[in-house]
């Protein structure tokens, strides 16, 4: 059996809420660690606001870096747009990181979890199409010219509606969609600053890498110098069991992190990591430079 890649498993289940939030539909994360005898659970958290998970998170990954352990973080939100998006907006650049670059430059985020995702998305509809797409959803007092509660057209090849990689996960929702059951449009456009800061934070840098991004479709090469690998995760992608008094975003977060370890122990998170095998070489180059992937799409059995 080969030996794992990663010895520490963090799964982190984001939220959008505008006040702070415990309990269901809020943020959990849970941390796992491979240790002589197995995989044992170091940390199950719900942290009230972004702010206070971002720092919790942060001083997690930097004392497992500390202690040489390789860990594999993930995180439920898109980490990128559908093909094009970049270019639309007017971000110039690496398709990827331009995308990180620019919506942390964009995005204010409180302390007190009051944010501006509704303005960013509006601004982003005005650049993008003058008119209220590709994002959509909101309170019916945020609507604005650029910005409608409700889908408003079609998308096309020019802006999809979905990633490559949610063609393997029809119950996946789009990126564009920010309000409302199931939504996760708003995670991702307050999430993404958080793995900017994280990637970027001077103590993590030199150990981080983001997943398909830096790494390409596969585990990291070995010749890099790393502990900490960002990656994306969907916990609906496996079915998720609750006893009575349970809160289901802690119980998918566990879930995650103890399948990925398994998997991991198997020998097949390798393969999760490499992506389905009959992607083409330009889907390949599209993913990596600009979409993104998510783990165990089109590989998860």
Known sequence: MPKPIFDCYLIVDWSANATPKRGA?????????????????????NPATRWRARDEISAILKSLAVKDRRVLAGFD????YPAGFAKSAGFAGLPWRAVWDELDAMIRDGDDNGNNRFEVAADLNRRISGGPFPFWGCPAHRQTPTLS????????????????CEAWLPRSQPCWKLYTTGSVGSQALMGIPVLKALRDDPAL?????VWP??????????TLPWHIVLAEV????????????????????????RHLAKRDANGELARDLAGPADL??????????????????????
């Not at 408003?152 to 999809?160: G, I, Q, S």
């Open 149 to 164: 509660m409700r889908k408003t057209r079609a998308y096309d090849d020019k802006t999809p509606e979905r990633r490559l």
């Open 25 to 45: 539909d809020s943020i959990w994360y849970c941390l796992l660690e491979r240790t002589g005898s197995g995989t044992r659970r170091r940390l199950l958290a």
């Open 77 to 80: 939100f898109p980490n990128g």
């Open 213 to 222: 991004f830096e790494t390409g479709f596969g585990p990291p090469a070995p």
């Open 234 to 257: 969907y916990p609906s992608i496996l079915p998720i069991k609750t006893k009575a008094g349970e809160i289901k975003d802690a119980v998918q977060v566990e879930t995650i992190a």
């Open 205 to 209: 840098a030199p150990a981080t890498l």
């Open 280 to 301: 083409s070489a330009e889907s390949r180059r599209l993913v990596e430079r600009e979409e993104g992937w998510i783990l165990g799409a089109g590989t998860f059995s």
